[in-house]
């Protein structure tokens, strides 16, 4: 795995924030990196899943990192208890297709948005209904993972409606 010796060096950070952060809609965690100036400082907001619409229950998922840190940092893996497959996906004029990661800038915003860059959740242990909570675990390359429990929404659901 890209990133292995990096990974090392915060494991310690990132288990404790990973077992600290059972968060509610709003996570934040600061990474406690050898250089403070250039650390992320992220947070989640406004994370939701439209209700699946079709019979394989493959669903979009939207939120927004926030960084208020100097650093940047990137969207490494995105992993759920409850469904088998969570992928990050780049929509394109007419398709989309799979990444391998996600930048989320230094003093900026990695936004997932209906029409743009988003997660793909597929497998699901129950099948889903509005009112669900879906917890997905993001691990970031230098932040180590932040777990969020994101609503199941109606499908025609817009944050801040
Ligand atoms: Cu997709």
Redesign the pocket.
Known sequence: MAGAKRFSRFALAGAGLAAALTATATAIVVASGGDSHAAARLSVADPYIPLPAGADQMA?GYLTVTNAGRGADRLVRVSSPGASSV?M?R?TESS?ESVDGLEVPAEGALTLTRGGT?L?IMGWKQPPAVGDQLELDLTFEKAGTIAVQVPVKPLTYRPGS
Request: proline share 0%; charged share 0%; glycine share 0%.
């Open positions: 979009a992928t996906h929509s989309m988003h793909m």
